[in-house]
């Protein structure tokens, strides 16, 4: 059996895969990611491979040692692994796992597909994997929280809001301007990405996740959303491929 986890800037997810098959997945706070480990490993004793991507300043010191004593062998993502895809982008080894992991999803879920899958999460990233399976690129971007705590932590007088996905343009009250500014600025942006993609390539999939991606549903009207498990499987898919 396999074992993945994701561990990102706050929380991390796990999901144990016989195969393809999906047999458990849960999700903490990274400063319980120790705790979780030991006990999934007392459960699912039969784990043979491991794969973490880690974008948090967790150190994995203590995870080594657990998979060392239980036999389990462990890869850290890297860019060097074999990927199900090939990649078209200039800093490779800059590129983060949390990207390839889900651009690997999208080639498994939507195969030869043009794909652009938009997270949005911490920061908003949006990548491109064409039909010939070719990674293209992206981009990143400040997220919603992001942004609204910029606003209120680098200028004397503009408050902190809580997000709120009513707004107008062009909006007549200094909140209303915060609001249209960082909650239609990010739905204006997205939009407009994927209306020059729409213009250069035909049927392009996109795919919606992340931790604000219900919230942006409302405008967005993005019909496909990743599962909860959707960058996990990505990560499944790569330890198949490595093992």
Same mark, same amino acid.
Do not use: W
């Given at each position: ?8 800037? %706050? ?18 706070? %990274? ?100 039909e010939t399976n070719t990674y293209l690129g992206g981009l990143i971007s400040p997220g919603i929280e992001m942004r609204y705590k910029s606003l209120n932590k680098y200028t004397a007088r503009l408050p902190k ?45 996109? @795919? ?13 009207? @993005? ?7 959707? @960058? ?12």
């Open positions: 059996m396999n074992l993945v986890i994701d561990i990102g800037n %706050n929380y991390f997810k796990f999901a144990v895969f016989r195969n393809n098959s999906l047999i458990s997945n849960a999700s903490d706070k %990274n400063n319980q990611f120790e705790k979780h480990l030991i006990k999934l490993l007392s459960i699912h004793t039969d784990i043979e491979f491991a794969l973490i991507s880690n974008v948090s300043d967790l150190s994995l010191s203590s995870a080594r040692s657990i998979f060392k004593q239980k036999n389990i062998k462990f890869f850290e993502f890297a860019s060097t692994l074999k990927l199900p895809f090939s990649v078209n982008y200039d800093s490779k080894d800059t590129l983060g796992n949390d990207r390839l992991a889900l651009i690997a999803a999208c080639v498994k879920s939507y195969p030869n597909s043009n794909n652009l899958i938009i997270d949005a999460g911490t920061c908003i990233t949006a990548d491109f994997i064409s809001l809580k997000k709120t996905d009513s707004f107008k343009f062009p909006a007549n009250s200094t909140s209303g301007s915060i609001h249209t500014g960082v909650v239609g600025g990010v739905v204006n942006e997205i939009l407009g990405f994927i209306e020059q993609l729409q213009k250069k390539y035909k049927n392009v999939n996109v @795919i919606l996740t992340g931790g604000d991606a219900k919230f942006l549903s409302k405008t967005l009207k @993005i019909t496909i959303f990743a599962n909860q498990i959707f @960058i996990l499987e990505g990560l499944n898919s790569i330890l198949n491929l490595n093992k």
